[in-house]
């Protein structure tokens, strides 16, 4: 209960530092929009304008983000008994497709103009505002940025790098303010255009990654490594695989894995085992071990170890054999089984257990084979 309760304080901690940040972010971007604006407007500068439309977008992505968090903050129920999680990346989501829309409509206006150029009209006034503006976004995208990369948040994220883009965009639009001052040159329809293709590109990359996290990727490598290192860590414990760690939204993790015991183990020893497995890891990873699997392993039989050890010269001879797990043999039936995990680097996953299951059967003619091609969700 204890360690539930802290969990969730952490959840709600972090809940409180989005919406707290996310806050900030609206009153900048919608401070700056309107000074932006007013100049835009008395300079007739596409660039300015069309940067004041975009702080308004940025505005409009911290509200998103809070409105993501606590949405994503409800308390599981029958029809979600995993969490509301993942409607963080949704949100993220649409932030990268209001970030690529800005990019393109940018992109429209900025032709139009390089079509029908207009002179601008730049004042002192003007470029300070722009300048100062520029300071403003730079900090901004930095704090937000790293705030969203302290508490796991892909919403801050993208908001924090747009923030940056914005930062060069107004610096461009001060570049190309002094270049009209100094040698007549008016350049910004194009550096508008310039700057939309980088946010068009800054867009795809967001969406492409968000998308990837909704589809499912592999497992947070440096928690699977933590995780198993923890539970190889407990008496008895000889081996830890087909660990699985699904993600229910950031920082939100369930999964299984199987253990490999010796075969000398009770009913009871093992329920016990199981139960202090699931809460240290719970307790130190914050991740819910839905299900904790049992391999057996012989212990008893010197000629099944030797077995196993010959078996195992065979099975890695192999060059895309990554594991070999859940060894076990019943002398008395003739019958073997084990796991054979194959990296997704074979070029064809199963003429390589195909391989194997014929090597070790002709080296073990009189024996039954039970061998599962198995998947390391973990793999680099």
């Keep these: 209960m204890r360690i539930t309760e802290d969990i969730k304080g952490t959840e709600r901690s972090r809940e409180k530092t989005i919406i707290r940040t996310s806050i900030i972010g609206i009153i900048a971007n919608v401070l700056l929009a309107a000074f932006k604006a007013v100049v835009g407007l008395m300079a007739n500068s596409i660039a300015i304008v069309l940067d004041a439309v975009n702080n308004i977008s940025d505005a409009g992505s911290s509200l998103i983000t809070i409105v993501g968090t606590k949405l994503a903050g409800r308390e599981p129920d029958k029809k979600h008994p995993f969490g509301y999680g993942r409607i963080e990346y949704l949100s993220a989501m649409i932030i990268s497709v209001i970030v690529l829309y800005a990019g393109i409509s940018s992109l429209i206006e900025s032709v139009k103009k390089i079509i029908h150029p207009q002179a601008a009209d730049y004042s002192a006034l003007s470029l300070i505002i722009v300048a100062a503006a520029v300071v403003v976004k730079i900090l901004l995208g930095r704090y937000v940025k790293r705030v969203g990369q302290r508490v796991n948040s892909d919403s801050l994220i993208n908001s924090g790098q747009d923030a940056s883009l914005d930062s060069i965009i107004s610096a461009s639009t001060l570049a190309a303010a002094a270049i009209y001052l100094i040698f007549h040159i008016s350049l910004e329809a194009w550096l508008g255009a310039v700057i939309s293709i980088v946010i068009i590109k800054s867009g795809i990359e967001m ?56 075969d000398t183990y009770t009913a009871d020893q093992v329920d016990q085992l199981i139960r202090d497995i699931t809460m240290k890891v719970l307790c130190d990873h914050h991740v819910l071990l839905t299900a904790i699997g049992v391999y057996s392993t012989n212990t008893k039989d010197p000629d099944v170890i030797r077995i196993r050890q010959a078996v195992q010269k065979i099975v890695f001879a192999h060059e895309h054999v990554r594991q070999m797990h859940g060894f076990y043999v019943l002398k008395d039936r003739k019958e073997m089984r084990f796991d054979v995990v194959i990296s997704f680097d074979a070029g064809d996953r199963h003429a390589v257990y195909k391989e194997v299951i014929e090597d070790v059967h002709r080296a073990f003619p009189d024996y039954q084979l039970q061998v599962a091609l198995d998947t390391d969700f973990s793999e680099e």
């Design 207 to 262: 969406l492409r990654d968000t998308i990837s996290k909704i589809l499912g990727e592999h497992n947070d490598l440096e928690l699977a490594r933590q995780i198993r290192q923890t539970i190889t860590g407990f008496d008895g414990v000889q081996g830890v695989y087909d660990l699985v760690l699904n993600n229910y939204g950031p920082d939100n993790w369930n999964g299984s894995v199987h253990i490999e015991i010796p």
